[in-house]
Nanobody, 121 residues
Framework: QVQLVESGGGLVQAGESLRLSCAAS????????MGWYRQAPGKQRELVAA???????NYVDSVKGRFTISRDNAKNTVTLQMSSLKPDDTGVYYC???????????????WGQGTQVIVSS
């Protein structure tokens, strides 16, 4: 089992910043993918930002230049620094990791419980 614990959501005003963190623990050999998804009210969950084990990153167009994803491979953590937040950034943010279980070649695909981000105008 691989567990993810998220932190850092909250209520902010437009233009402010928030930092989300996610820590993975459990039976982990390697983590190839770490990403943040968000689900706004009434909308489908979308991938916001992702980072590979070698540091390659990808962002949805709406957050480019405002959000930065980073990871610490030694600690199995991923962070999403969100700046210049807009009301459209409101939603539940979920951490997702994919990799291999310790001592095996079996993959895992784990999700965090979600953390609420509300941006008021």
């Amino acid at each position: 089992q691989v567990q993810l614990v998220e932190s850092g959501g909250g209520l902010v005003q437009a233009g402010e910043s928030l930092r989300l963190s996610c820590a993975a623990s459990g039976s982990i050999s390697t983590i190839s993918f770490m990403g943040w998804y968000r689900q706004a009210p009434g909308k489908q969950r979308e991938l916001v930002a992702a980072i590979t084990s070698v540091g390659s990153t990808n962002y949805v167009d709406s957050v480019k230049g405002r959000f930065t994803i980073s990871r610490d491979n030694a600690k199995n953590t991923v962070t999403l620094q969100m700046s210049s937040l807009k009301p459209d950034d409101t939603g539940v943010y979920y951490c997702n990791t994919k990799g291999l279980r310790a001592g095996t070649f079996f993959p895992f695909d784990s999700w965090g419980q979600g953390t609420q981000v509300i941006v008021s105008s």
